[in-house]
């Protein structure tokens, strides 16, 4: 089965999305929350989905959040942040 990352999945958009993905009968463990913080996204947690740590100023740690993903949603952040840091 394709796995599918969101990131921003504590945000509106994210959590709208990984919402839908659920309800379309995606297996949660398929599904990838790509999250700042890991305890803002307990929940989706404990709704099986696989919650990763990942943060746009951190590239060191991406490859790590996005591993075995076949599909990635990146959901920008509110924030500012350089487009270099994810080449
Ligand atoms: N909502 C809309 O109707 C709408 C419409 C058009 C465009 N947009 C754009 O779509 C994007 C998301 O909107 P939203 O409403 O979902 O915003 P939001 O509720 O503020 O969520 C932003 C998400 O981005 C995460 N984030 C921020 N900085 C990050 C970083 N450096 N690395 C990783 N994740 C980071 C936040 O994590 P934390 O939870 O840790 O803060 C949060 O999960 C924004 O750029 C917004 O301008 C939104």
Redesign the pocket.
Known sequence: MTTIAI????????RLVVDRLLARGIAADHVVA????PT?AADLAARGVDVRR????DPAALPAALAGVDVLLL?????S?SPSTLR
Request: aromatic residues 8%; charged residues 15%; glycine residues 26%.
């Open positions: 990131t921003g999945a504590t945000g509106h958009l994210g790509v999250v700042r913080n803002k990942g943060d746009y100023t959901v920008s952040g509110s924030g942040f």
